[in-house]
């Protein structure tokens, strides 16, 4: 937790309300908070950059006394300004905390987090992000249920460039930010069918392997969150090659989500929703119950130690 000097917190409690005054934005029910900017559209990481700055500056700190207040290096803090890094989410609690903002930077945030995804998949973040019913098949252990250091052992294969690291950190902290979903209110009521596949490829590191596995056994206690394992004795199945996703509205519309392969479709007709849903329902039947798909990621964690 980050230390507030009392002499300040009114004053940045001001300048928090005048930055929504002057930033003239209202956040969408999908947290679309950029603006045009002369006629092309500011990206949501430059929004947050620029209101980081505002709040700093109407404190009247320097990067250097910001850094010093937080705990947070002074060249992270200017990254996050000029908008080159995207942080985790919970720098952004905190630098809200700080500035006596209310949740502004969250807000911000969750937009710019956006910039780390294809433009394929923001419509899809975004619908993801309002629904209040989830209902997940994955053949691997999915995004959101990831620990950190799994996330980046995933993602760090796939890049090959210079930047590599950071395009991989920017990602990680992306991925772990679609986890705020589950902890927001009113919390989505979330289905989860896992492949066994996913509990039998470990992470490269013993310990990585064994918090994930852990973590899995936490979330499948969450009253929100219903996981049930796919086991390998259910024979093949017809989802084994991508993943799929059913999400509700509060007015009751859906859409499904298909990826595998390379590819992701984002569906809404009505009808192909249905036989998703149906699809999926198929899935569930052969899936093993919540208290026995307990009882399996326990016994795999046993196998783990063992």
Same mark, same amino acid.
């Given at each position: 937790m980050i230390t507030v000097r009392a002499s300040i917190v009114t004053a940045l409690a001001y300048a928090a309300e005048e930055v929504r005054c002057c930033l003239g934005r209202q956040a969408t029910g999908r947290g679309d908070v950029a603006e045009d900017v002369d006629g092309e559209r500011e990206s949501g990481r430059a929004v947050l950059g620029r209101t980081l700055k505002f709040l700093r500056e109407k404190a009247g700190k320097s990067l @250097?006394? +910001?850094?010093? =207040? *937080?705990?947070? =290096?002074? #060249?992270? +803090? #200017?990254r996050l300004e000029s908008g080159d890094r995207l942080s985790k989410v919970t720098v952004m609690e905190d630098l809200d905390g700080y500035y006596g903002a209310g949740d502004l930077l969250v807000r911000h945030w969750r937009a710019a987090r956006l910039d780390a995804f294809k433009d394929q998949y923001k419509e899809y973040m @975004? +619908? !993801? /992000?309002?629904? $209040?019913?989830m209902w997940l098949f994955s053949p691997g252990i999915p995004g959101l249920l990831q620990t950190e250091e799994f996330a980046r052992g995933v993602l760090s294969g796939a890049q *090959? *460039?210079?930047? @590599? =690291? !950071?395009v991989v950190e920017e990602q990680v902290a992306a991925r772990l930010g679609r986890q705020y979903l589950l902890r927001q209110k009113p919390e989505p009521e979330v289905r989860i069918v896992? =492949? !066994?596949? /996913? +509990? $039998? $490829?470990? /992470?490269? $590191?013993g310990k990585a392997w064994r918090d994930q596995l852990l973590h899995l056994e936490t979330a499948a206690l969450w009253p929100n969150v219903t996981l049930q394992v796919l086991p390998f004795s259910a024979g093949a199945h017809h989802h084994m090659t991508g993943s799929l996703t059913l999400l509700w509205q509060r007015d009751g519309s859906a859409v499904a989500y298909k990826e595998g392969n390379g590819c992701s479709r984002l569906i809404e007709d009505p009808d192909e929703v249905l036989r998703q849903r149906l699809s999926y329902d198929r899935l569930r039947d052969l899936a093993q119950s919540p208290s026995d798909s307990r009882t399996f990621i326990r016994d795999v964690v046993e196998e783990h130690r063992s």
């Open positions: @250097g006394q +910001l850094a010093d =207040d *937080t705990g947070y =290096d002074k #060249s992270y +803090l #200017s @975004g +619908l !993801e /992000a309002t629904a $209040r019913i *090959t *460039t210079a930047d @590599g =690291d !950071e896992m =492949d !066994e596949f /996913a +509990l $039998r $490829r470990p /992470a490269a $590191r």
